[in-house]
Each structure stands twice: as C-alpha cells, then as structure tokens.
C-alpha cells in the first residue's frame, strides 16, 4: 500500500508521461509537415513510449491499492524551428521528467517504501537513456548544420527506429510484455 503523498506523486507522473506522449505526437505531426518523415517515425516511436511508461505507473498505482486520478493534459505547442528545436525542447523535457522521478524517488526513500523505489528504478535508468539517445541526435543535428544532405540521412536513419514496447495495454502492461 502507498501513502496519500506518494498515491498524488504517481498521479501527478501519470499526467506528465501522457503529456510527454501529446507533446511528442506534436512534434511527430510537425516532422510530417515539413517532409521529415523519418523524424516524424523517431517522435512517434517516443509517443509509444511515453504512453507505456504511463501505463507501467497506472497499474503500479492500482497494484499498491492506490487510486488513480486522471487530470487535464495541457496543449503542447503546434509548431517548432525545426529538427534542433525539436531535439532541443525534447531533452529539456527529458531533463524535466528526470528530475520528477529523482523526486518520486526521494519521497519513495524518505517514506521507507521499498516497493515503490524498486519500482522507480526502471524509471530511472529509462531516463539515462532518454538523455543520452536526445543528447546523441543533437550532437548530429550541430555537425550537420545547414547541410540538406546530412538533414536526409539522419532522416532516414531515424526512420529505422521502430518501437520497443507493447502497443496494446489491453490486459494490461504486464501480459503486454510477455
């Protein structure tokens, strides 16, 4: 069973990871608008993710005897600069997230819930990755500058990614993963 704080941090989480997935749908939407489809492909592979990772938070909420609390996600933005801002405001969303579940850590840590900071630590290394995978494209991104043909064959590498969690949280995230 979770405490009252730690039941609102994980829902507060909740909202943030279903934003993060509206946020890269946008950003996916953007990408097919202005013929970057492999870009559009990479942020909607993150939307996945991110709905996965609201899901996997949903469950464990429910699993400790929690209730979930869903809340009003808020608009992300239309349109971006391009490739760099996207990336850009992708890791300084990334960065965020991290520090919302070092947070949900803490409280795990100050509250003695041994369950749930075992539970947080998949988070935990997931937003290593986040970080790392977003800080590699924009390195990519600054060597290529304004150069049309290296934008085209990062495109199409980023076009190659394909997703890496269940879609289908129908019976739930676990009979996903099996």
């Known amino acids: 069973m ?19 997935a509206y946020l890269y749908m946008a950003m996916s939407s953007y990408s097919n608008s202005i013929g970057l489809k492999g870009f559009a492909n990479w942020f909607m592979v993150q939307y996945h993710e991110e709905m996965f990772h609201a899901m996997k938070l949903y ?6 005897s929690g209730a979930v609390a869903l809340k009003a ?22 960065q965020m997230v991290t520090r919302s579940i070092n947070d949900l850590m803490d409280i795990a840590i100050s509250e003695k819930d041994h369950a749930t900071r075992i539970f947080l630590q998949w988070y935990v290394t997931e937003q290593v990755e986040e970080e790392e995978n977003d800080n590699d494209i924009i390195d990519q991104l600054k060597l290529i500058k304004d150069n049309p043909q290296g934008l085209m064959m990062l495109d199409r590498e980023l076009a190659q990614r394909a997703a890496t ?8 995230v676990s009979a996903s993963e099996g």
């Open 59 to 64: 469950e464990y909420i429910h699993s400790q």
């Open 73 to 94: 996600i808020d608009e992300p933005p239309p349109a971006f600069e391009g490739p760099l801002d996207m990336m850009t405001k992708t890791l300084a969303h990334e």
């Open 165 to 172: 969690v269940p879609l289908d949280f129908s019976k739930g």
């Open 2 to 20: 979770i405490s009252d704080k730690m039941n609102a941090a994980l829902n507060s989480q909740v909202t943030k990871e279903i934003y993060s």
